[in-house]
């Protein structure tokens, strides 16, 4: 954690969005957050012994994913390792195989933050958290993965993740207008809510022709830096087939672009309307006509009527049940959404020289999803009710292999969007979001969660600071989820998010006491790690609240700025 750095007695403070500085402070100095002790200014929550406020945030943060020695109870479950369901007899069977000891499966708690994050991208609330924690049965895991799937966020949650991979964003360098994004956006919410057929998802958009602003499916032709056979073909290769046409031998390239060559963009009298259609057979000026044979990726030659779209030959061949690229690249990004790495690793470069690391798993989850008709509701039911899921983040070995073989549930920051909306829920407040881009629109309602924006220009300079995607590419690799010093002292330090724990702590302990303690952190644990506290942690708050560094309001202050600044907030785990 960043406050960590004070033990050094080097605290840095300013706020983020201006020029911060650094001050030299001791660990007893009475330090204003925000605010150098040597400058002037006023904190309206008071002052904040920097010693005190260490000692608390070290107790706090030791049961945090990566601590040393973290209680069992907080992240590791009581129920046993055996297999629960093919995708676990497989990875169980391959980890046996290869002499790696897997972790434990997660706690209660644990779970249902990781799966409610992961599932739907939104925390669940305090009441929902005490729920599902106070109920006993054997079941509970399956029926709230049932219930999320149903829910309004998933919609919102997935649709995200597919306007980062289908470039859902206004103008720069993506050409497309906002009124088009919007139509684009609704459309792929709607396949989304509706639970499309994947097979028919994709056909939907290789095959669209008309209007931009009519028809959102030829979106994806309009959606990309350069209108060129070659882009086209690329995209859709890394797109559907999550595989990169720089790698592929000369023939196949050239064959993969013949497929789009024929896609025509022509302009109408409406500003920014572009329609996307089949261009008839034509000789060129030189005699040349077009080619009437192209090689499909898999090294087949296919036939090209001059009548016929080459979009629809191409899609046809595509969607096949029995094609790999299209079924393993699909379940093989629904794996990485869920558990951060894919069965083929990076999700977007599957080549020959990248095999899976567990090719029976692949092959079994592309089975699962033709069975299901495509359902990929399917898929992700099956991987969240696994075991190989529901496993602990902490390790059991020191196997170079371990997280390539899914041994343990890897930790990872989490998402801009989705820690932006965790924020306001748990404070109870709103944030602002605007777009450069001139009409229809350029502002967002400020209730509008950050999982739900249509357009990826509408952003924030919070989302800009965490990493969010893009969109200029498609690749996974644009969003960017590593921490760094600005974030850190963002979190810590910033008047944003200053103003929102105050906020907070009206909602979550409005009249605190020592009487009321215990039910009051009670209240601030399951808002924000959707867990009880630990009789430590009790006892640290109560012990701190007593020492005469703060009394019982300014201490929850500081619990909830720590629990927020801590890895267990900022991490699913």
Not at 33 to 40: I, L, V
Not at 264 to 286: H, N, V
Not at 300 to 308: E, V
Request: charged share 25%.
């Amino acid at each position: 954690m960043v406050v960590a750095a004070a033990l050094k007695c080097s605290v840095v403070f300013g706020d983020a969005r201006r020029t911060p500085y650094t001050c030299r402070a001791s660990a007893g100095d009475l330090v204003q957050p925000g605010y150098c002790p040597a400058r002037s200014g006023a904190f309206r929550g008071g002052t904040v012994n920097v010693k005190s406020l260490l000692i608390l945030t070290v107790v706090l943060a030791a049961a945090a994913p990566g601590a040393e020695n973290p209680p069992a109870s907080v992240f590791e479950g009581s129920t046993d390792l055996a297999p629960n369901g093919k995708i676990d007899e497989l990875v169980f069977g391959r980890l046996e195989r290869m002499g790696i000891l897997p972790a434990n499966v997660c706690s209660d708690g644990v779970f249902l933050r990781r799966v409610y994050l992961d599932a739907i991208g939104t925390l669940p609330s305090a009441e929902e958290a005490r729920r599902f924690l106070m109920d006993s049965s054997a079941a509970k895991r399956d029926k709230l993965i049932d219930e999320l799937l149903a829910r309004e966020e998933f919609v919102d949650c997935w649709t995200m993740k597919w306007g980062d991979l289908l470039r859902v964003k206004s103008e720069f360098p993506i050409n497309l207008w906002p009124n088009a994004v919007q139509a684009y956006h609704r459309w792929i919410r709607t396949c989304i809510k509706d639970n499309m057929p994947y097979d028919r998802f994709v056909r939907e958009i290789l095959t669209a022709s008309g209007s931009n602003f009519r028809v959102p499916q030829v979106n994806f032709y309009r959606a990309l830096q350069s209108n060129e056979p070659e882009a086209i073909a690329e995209a859709v290769a890394l797109t559907f087939m999550g595989s990169r046409v720089r790698s592929w031998p000369e023939d196949r390239r050239s064959g993969m672009t013949t497929f789009f060559s024929r896609v025509g963009y022509k302009d109408t009298a409406e500003w920014k309307e572009e329609i996307i259609y089949f261009k008839a057979f034509q000789t060129d000026p030189s005699g040349t006509a077009p080619p009437n044979t192209a090689v499909l990726p898999d090294g087949t030659h296919a036939q090209l009527p001059p009548d016929r779209d080459p979009r629809e030959i191409f899609a046809d061949w595509l969607i096949r049940a029995e094609n790999p690229w299209f079924t393993g690249s699909i379940v093989n990004r629904v794996w990485y959404w869920l558990l951060g790495r894919g069965i083929v690793h990076e999700p977007d470069d599957i080549r020959r020289d990248n095999p899976p690391g567990n090719p029976e798993l692949l092959i079994y989850l592309r089975q699962e999803l033709v069975a299901a008709q495509f359902d990929l509701k399917h898929v992700y039911r099956l991987i969240l009710k696994s075991k190989t899921y529901q496993r602990s983040s902490i390790l059991r070995t020191d196997h170079p292999d371990a997280k390539a073989q899914f041994a343990h549930y890897p930790i990872r920051r989490l998402d801009a969007e989705v820690l932006i909306d965790a924020l306001c829920q748990i404070t109870g407040t709103t944030e602002s979001y605007s777009s450069i881009i001139p009409e229809p629109y350029s502002f967002i309602p400020e209730n509008r969660r950050a999982i739900a924006l249509p357009d990826g220009s509408i952003t924030s300079s919070f989302l800009e600071m965490f990493g969010r995607s893009p969109r200029d590419s498609g690749l996974e690799s644009e969003r960017n989820n590593r921490a760094t010093p600005a974030q850190h002292l963002h979190l810590l330090n910033s008047t944003h998010i200053r103003l929102k724990i105050e906020q907070a702590q009206k909602s979550l302990a409005p009249n605190p006491s020592k009487d009321n303690l215990a039910e009051t952190l009670a209240a601030v644990y399951l808002t924000i790690l959707s867990r009880f506290p630990t009789e430590e942690e009790l006892k640290a708050v109560e012990a701190y609240a007593a020492s005469g560094n703060a009394n019982v309001e300014r201490a929850l202050f500081h619990v909830i700025w720590a629990l927020i600044n801590s890895p267990e907030f900022l991490y699913r785990h």
